[in-house]
């Protein structure tokens, strides 16, 4: 059997790991711009604080505590999840709840002084160094094709697909068909006419920043499991990037999300693998370019109409 089959499903599944965490972290940049039509640009440096902060809570737990896998890591996750949404609900009240009405620029000046802080506020308590995250997820499902190439799928990227399907199932649930979900649909509509019909939109867009909070933590905690290391700097790139998918995706759009960051981890992940490492970077932010030359609302994304 030719090699080439195992090697694109190999890749095809390295990528598919890797878009997750794109789409955990893009969501929280649309729903943001879905609804107050401004970019949170330290939504990168709470993707770093889940990771710091499910680390802090394995070396409390104990690796050798004796409590069952599953549990440590959904310990983990939830309160890497507590904390960011503390985090993000005050980056939303600092950083943009007092710049409301301002031109764009202004809040956008401020989100970025906002990551700029955090991410020195990290590296000043925790150290600017590499960290090692212990492997609690080892092994892999190991799939031959001949005698000449395995596909390997390590539990630590299974699990970051699992998850990401998961909640990525749960929130469209939780947008369709609460109360809140159907209020944030209308604050993305039209917000002005939302809060004249008695919706209070500023617990809404807290609600937004906070839900893509605790998704982007998820995010940090698995990847920081699967990748072994994290450091301060870790989440200024991924949040680019992220950034970059949900862009692609159409931003404003939750499926556009998914879709922009799987898309982008798949691009990634066969540049490396076919053309170079170094080259990776340059396909993906290349086909962002080629997407928005033919379709500048990106590939779900709608024309935005002007309201009157």
Known sequence: MSDLLPQLIQQFFNGLSLGAIYALIAIGYTMVYGIIGMI??????????????????LSVIGVSSG????????IMLLVAAAITAAYGFAVEKIAYAP????????????????????????????????????ALVTGAVQIPFGDAFTVTAPY?????????VVLMV???FFIKYSRMGRASRACSQDLRMANLLGIDTSRVISFTFVIGAMLAAVGGVLIALAIGKLNPYIGFLAGIKA???AVLGGIGSIPGAMLGGVLLGLAETF??????????????????????????????????????
């Open 271 to 308: 540049a490396a693998a076919y053309i170079s490492s170094q080259y990776k970077d340059i396909v993906a932010f290349g086909l962002l370019v080629l997407i928005l030359l033919f379709r500048p609302t990106g590939l779900l994304g709608k024309p935005e109409v002007q309201k009157v």
């Open 99 to 134: 710049l409301r009405g301002s031109p764009r620029l202004v809040p956008l000046i401020s989100a970025i002084g906002m990551s700029i802080f955090l991410q020195n506020w990290v590296a000043l308590g925790q150290g600017a160094r590499d960290m090692a995250v212990p």
């Open 67 to 74: 409590l069952p896998l599953i549990l440590i890591i959904l």
């Open 243 to 245: 950034f970059t998918a």
């Open 156 to 164: 630590s990227r299974i699990m970051i697909i699992v998850v990401t």
């Open 170 to 172: 749960a929130l469209s």
């Open 40 to 57: 949170n640009f330290a939504h990168g440096e709470i993707y770093m604080i889940g990771a710091y902060a499910g680390l802090v809570t």
